[in-house]
């Protein structure tokens, strides 16, 4: 067994945009693995919008990573070494070792996936936090009935695809906004979304609306800044907004543009046409995550919920991906391979 454990550090906390110089690649110890804990060998790391917010000295839901410490993150692990009355040693689990590829855990944080459902890739993005994020916004919040108008954003996405193919089998009509044709082309034509609209084209605002004869239902919020914009006259009366993230703002603290006052007038139509906004965050749902993962399971397998991976493979290109995710280069879910399956 190899005798030292490799990972990415947090180096420098980014000033707007990330940068590689942020991350910094190092050697560790292999840690000893006291009684009751088990060792883990990364497989898959994910990676996810949320780690730019760690990666700030903010405090928010979760304290900020400390400088020097490894970049937090879930990942999918092969269990080396046990000595945990509940794990046995060859278990695939969904962990949270970080941006490495060793750790140890006391079993607490350990989720047991069965390789036979799906590639155990799926347990970082559509049968993991993402997917789960998107069942719980959509059923908890968007209330989506059949017929209605369901939009998502960063729809070709780890969240986005799992939201407007669950509004399809929920009856109701999913249209989606991604960066891009090729994108478009994949939620449309792959996921079955009944639309695509690239955010990026200039008449964007003319086909959301054409998309949209009967106006917004549901808004799952993905991105903000000027998709907003254009969401937000379309919105139906008593619209609801499950507000699950804001990724075009994500490295707002620098270097933005002057920044747009988006509250007044978002205020003014939230209030006149009784729209509900409800911010969320995945866990507080989380009793719901065994029934999702029932649920999603029969959806995969009876072919009604496709998924898209974006596999890096190596550690040491885990910076550049995620860099990457900030600025729309990803395409489906985005995961390093940081180890072989086998
Ligand atoms: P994705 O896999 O969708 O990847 C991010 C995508 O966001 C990019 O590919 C890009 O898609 C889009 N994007 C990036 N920058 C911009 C921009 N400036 N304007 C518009 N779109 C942009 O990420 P996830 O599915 O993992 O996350 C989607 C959202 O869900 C994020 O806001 C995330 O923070 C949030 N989230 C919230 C959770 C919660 O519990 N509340 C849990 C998990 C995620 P494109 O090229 O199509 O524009």
């Avoid at 590639?119 to 049968?127: D, F, H, M, Q, R």
């Amino acid at each position: 067994m190899t005798e030292t454990v490799r990972q990415i550090v947090l180096a420098s906390r980014p000033d707007g945009s990330p940068t590689p110089s942020n991350f910094r690649l190092e050697d560790a110890a292999m840690p000893e693995v006291p009684d009751g804990w088990v060792l883990l060998e990364t497989i898959y790391l994910s990676l996810d919008p949320y780690m730019r917010g760690r990666m700030s000295g903010a405090k928010s839901y979760a304290d900020p990573i400390a400088i020097g410490h490894v970049m937090a993150g879930a990942t999918v692990s092969r269990i080396m070494q046990s000595r945990h009355r509940d794990w046995r040693e060859g278990d695939i689990v969904v962990a949270y070792s970080g941006w490495q590829t060793h750790a140890i855990s006391d079993g607490s944080d350990l989720r047991r996936i069965d390789p036979a459902v799906a590639p155990i890739s799926t347990g970082l993005g559509v049968l993991g936090m993402p997917g789960f994020t998107a069942y719980a916004g959509l059923g908890n919040i968007g209330h989506p009935k059949p017929g209605e108008t369901v939009v998502v954003a960063a729809a070709s996405g780890a969240v986005g695809s799992v939201v407007g193919q669950i509004a399809k089998i929920w009856g109701a009509r999913a249209i989606g906004i991604a960066g891009g044709r090729e994108k478009c082309a994949f939620v449309k034509n792959e996921l079955g979304f009944d639309a695509a609209i690239d955010h990026r084209a200039p008449d964007f605002a003319r086909r959301l609306a054409e998309a949209c004869p009967e106006g917004i239902d549901v808004y799952f919020e993905n991105v903000g800044g000027p998709v907003w914009d254009e969401v937000l006259p379309l919105l139906n009366d008593f619209a609801r907004v499950p507000l699950c993230g804001m990724i075009s703002h994500y490295n707002d603290d620098a270097e933005a543009e002057p920044s747009v006052d988006r509250l007044p007038a978002s205020m003014k139509v939230i209030q006149q046409k009784s729209i509900t906004v409800r911010g969320f965050m995945n866990v507080e749902f989380i009793d719901q995550q065994p029934t999702f993962l029932k649920e999603a399971a029969d959806w995969i397998a009876d072919g009604r919920l496709k998924y898209r991976e974006d596999i890096v493979d190596g550690l040491e290109l885990a910076p550049a991906a995620f860099i990457g995710l900030l600025q729309g280069r990803n395409f489906g879910k985005l995961v390093v391979r940081v180890s072989g399956e086998g």
